[in-house]
């Protein structure tokens, strides 16, 4: 199993990155992914999620209408597009995935670093 971020990198404040996170050895189309981020001296947190069949999203309050979380089922792939960045955005970002059903099974990604600065 293995979820492989990318797209990370030092973008200037205002600006935009498309991170992606390409899966693969487990059925993608049957697991909810998200996108977390740990921030310098900061908790992991949730920033977005995404259903197994796309079509229910989540945003946390301080990326909604600047962020989008889609997939491609056909090729395994979840995005994470993020606009009109800030420094606070700074972290690094973390690709997860949870199985549906009654018995959970989840797997994290390696982390891909966003730097917001000028």
């Known amino acids: 199993v293995q979820l492989v971020e990318s797209g990370g990198g030092l973008v200037q404040p205002g600006g935009s990155l498309r991170l992606s996170c390409a899966a693969s050895?487990?059925?993608?189309?049957?697991?909810?992914m998200r996108w977390y981020r740990q921030g310098p001296g900061k908790e992991r947190e949730l920033v977005a999620r995404?259903?197994?069949?796309?079509?229910?999203?989540y945003y946390a309050d301080s990326v909604k209408g600047r962020f989008t979380i889609s997939r491609v089922n056909a090729d395994n792939t979840v995005y994470l597009q993020m606009n009109s960045l800030k420094p606070e955005d700074t972290a690094v970002y973390y690709c997860?995935?949870?199985?549906?059903?009654?018995?959970?099974?989840?797997?994290w990604g390696q982390g891909t670093q966003v730097t917001v600065s000028s």
């Open positions: 995404i259903s197994s069949n796309g079509a229910s999203t």
């Open positions: 050895g487990f059925t993608f189309s049957r697991y909810d």
């Open positions: 997860y995935a949870l199985s549906e059903g009654t018995v959970k099974v989840n797997y």
